[in-house]
């Protein structure tokens, strides 16, 4: 890893780190305000494939987070970017909020699959049109590969199971566009002019926040909040660099000792 530079950005998670769904994290709001008061750019990277950019973006504004559109990178953005580059009709296996972030891209007579979270759309009859989709030869395009996510009624199945089953069945191996790819990392960055060894990640998910932004060179912040299970902090080598209790002692820390 190349050495430690003067700290120039913030990276942050949404839904489980600044909030869970409708619920802000206590404190988040006010932590976002401290952070903004210094001289760090801050950015949010989500995997969420839940709803469009845009709903997401009325969600932070309702929960009174101070957020633009601009500031926001999404797994979808990185998904619509690869499709366009490869030139593909995906089949898209994402929830029917998530499609506004697909707009003007073809899906008749798809010869690629891209796959999210969509509850409502993983059951057999839908998952054995993509699987023969793939057996003709279409590409598989993971938007990720979550295990799992928080909601409001507690931890529930992510779309990771349902890309290794498709994998499975078809011996094939899906690209994956989200976090914890070093791509979509450097591609968050881009724009703020930052190296990822000036960069902080916060976030709750141990492998796809923290593991994914050591990897490339950032420093990452582990919280205990949204989807965060005891010794998650164990499962990634090398370790966090702090594991904490939430958004707001995590900007206490770099408050404290990384400005």
Known sequence: MAARRALKAVLVDLNGTLHIEDAAVPGAQEALKRLRGTSVMVRFVTNTTKES?????????????????DEIFTSLTAARNLVEQKQVRPMLLVDDRALPDFKGIQTSDPNAVVIGLAPEH?????LNQAFRLLLDGAPLIAIHKARYYKRKD?????????VMALEYA??????????PEKTF??????????????AVM??????DDVG??????????????????????????????????SFPHAVDHILQQLL
Not at 53 to 69: A, P, Y
Not at 185 to 198: I, K, S, V
Not at 202 to 207: F, K, N, Q, W, Y
């Open 202 to 207: 916060i976030g709750d998910d141990c492998r």
């Open 185 to 198: 990392f450097l591609e968050a960055l881009r724009g703020t002019g930052c190296e990822p060894e000036e």
């Open 53 to 69: 950019k845009q709903d997401l973006l009325e969600r932070l504004k309702k929960l009174e987070f101070d957020i633009s559109e």
């Open 122 to 126: 993983f059951h057999y009859q839908i």
């Open 212 to 245: 994914g932004a050591q990897n490339v060179g950032m420093l990452g912040i582990l919280v205990k909040t949204g989807k965060y299970r005891a010794a998650d902090e164990e499962k990634i080598n090398p370790p966090p660099y702090l594991t904490c209790e």
């Open 170 to 179: 078809t011996d094939t191996k899906a690209t994956v566009v989200g976090k």
């Open 154 to 162: 507690g931890l529930a199945l992510g779309p990771g199971p349902f």
